[in-house]
């Protein structure tokens, strides 16, 4: 063979590799932030229930009624409500809905249960989630969070 050969050849192998390597990573580095989004609804969600469990403690065992975002920060427990990011699905918002003032399923918003009243949430007293039901990169329903 020939050195014009050879090189073509080498070329083409290498060109082959380089691209099959993007193929496989691409798909993973166009997704990050979506999984980004995810991991800060994931994160923000603890924090709010960290301060509704630090507001339980401190007030004998009530759970904040009302505008709970305003009895969670004012109370200092949180110094400012989280957004909820819906990677995409919805507008991201910092609004805490009580469950009984829920306008569907589907919202994007964080949704509060502050009775202990059965309603469609199915959820218990205290019980903070994302109301949504798209499902995350891992395939799980983001209102299971």
């Given at each position: 063979?020939?050195?014009?050969?050879?090189?073509?050849?080498?070329?083409?192998?290498?060109?082959?590799?380089?691209?099959?390597?993007?193929?496989?990573?691409?798909?993973?580095?166009?997704?990050?932030?979506?999984?980004?989004?995810?991991?800060?609804?994931?994160?923000?969600?603890?924090?709010?229930?960290?301060?509704?469990?630090?507001?339980?403690?401190?007030?004998?065992?009530?759970?904040?009624?009302?505008?709970?975002?305003?009895?969670?920060?004012?109370?200092?427990?949180?110094?400012?409500?989280p957004k909820s990011y819906s990677c995409g699905y919805h507008e991201a918002s910092n609004k805490i809905v009580d469950s009984k003032d829920l306008k569907g399923d589907d919202t994007g918003e964080w949704a509060y249960k502050s009775d202990k009243v059965d309603d469609s949430s199915g959820r218990n007293q205290g019980e903070i989630w994302l109301n949504c039901t798209h499902k995350n990169s891992k395939g799980e329903v983001m209102s299971e969070f």
């Open positions: 063979m020939d050195k014009k050969r050879i090189f073509s050849v080498e070329f083409i192998v290498t060109a082959l590799v380089i691209i099959a390597l993007i193929i496989i990573f691409i798909p993973k580095f166009l997704n990050t932030p979506k999984q980004a989004k995810e991991c800060t609804v994931a994160a923000n969600l603890s924090v709010l229930r960290s301060a509704i469990a630090l507001y339980y403690a401190d007030n004998d065992g009530n759970y904040p009624q009302g505008d709970v975002a305003k009895a969670l920060v004012s109370g200092g427990y949180i110094s400012k409500i």
